[in-house]
């Protein structure tokens, strides 16, 4: 069997999440029954992480087999003829049989878009979080970059997260601002649940004047939840892109 690989990118607003749930509508049902209509068989995919409901995604790859000899570019035509316009297939390609999308990835990258004027945006309230407030976003980055390295994430992940353990290295956190936008980007090697959400929550406070910028890193210090902020609303959240060594 053949093993392809796609490029992802979805709208989450309108999904329960990436992971197949019953009776729910998900990134990966939506996009099997659109796999099983062009191949026309049956197909289990795999993708370098699950994202949460009401998350979005710009580079999701995907993985799947098939017995079905197809052209890269025939099934990509065909799989955006029969996908909905809040999902999009950028790329199809032949990939080796032994690449696994989750356990070879090297670099997750993650953007939070926070809009921060007083009206809310008509075009960007599906993909921001609104706060009608200006953020101290100098203080921000300050304690953005204290996270920075290899670190126990325990005091911003999800009471209900699985991962074996809390520990993960962060590669770059920062913000940036444009156009009544303030974007913050953390690329790490991987990401516990809700942990970027948890984070955003964090620096926010910050940013509000509620925290100081180190309270940040002694929230990290403790290991604790309870010690850190509020978890951001997802629908500020994007999976930017995954890379691969």
Request: glycine share 6%.
């Amino acid at each position: 069997m053949a093993q392809y690989r796609l490029l992802l990118e979805y709208d989450g607003t309108d999904y329960h999440g990436w992971q197949l749930q019953p009776d729910a509508r998900t990134v990966q049902g939506v996009l099997e029954a659109a796999l099983a209509t062009a191949l026309r068989h049956p197909v289990r995919v795999a993708a370098a992480g699950r994202t949460d409901a009401g998350v979005h995604a710009m580079g999701q790859v995907v993985t799947f087999r098939s017995e079905l000899d197809i052209e890269p570019r025939v099934l990509r035509k065909s799989l955006n003829a029969l996908t909905p316009p809040d999902m999009a297939i950028q790329e199809v390609a032949l990939t080796s049989d032994g690449f696994d999308a989750r356990r070879h990835a090297t670099v997750r990258v993650y953007e939070y878009r926070i809009w921060t004027q007083p009206w809310r945006s008509a075009f960007w309230h599906r993909f921001t979080w609104h706060l009608s407030r200006s953020l101290d976003v100098r203080a921000m980055r300050l304690a953005a970059s204290m996270l920075v390295g290899e670190h126990d994430f325990s005091a911003f992940r999800a009471a209900d997260c699985e991962s074996d353990s809390p520990v993960r290295r962060v590669f770059h956190s920062g913000f940036t601002e444009a156009e009544g936008l303030c974007v913050y980007r953390i690329e790490a090697n991987a990401f516990l649940k809700h942990m970027v959400r948890a984070i955003v929550g964090t620096l926010v406070e910050v940013g509000t004047g509620q925290r100081r910028a180190e309270s940040v890193m002694e929230a990290l210090a403790s290991g604790e939840r309870g010690r850190a902020g509020q978890t951001a609303p997802p629908q500020g959240l994007v999976l930017v892109s995954v890379r691969y060594s």
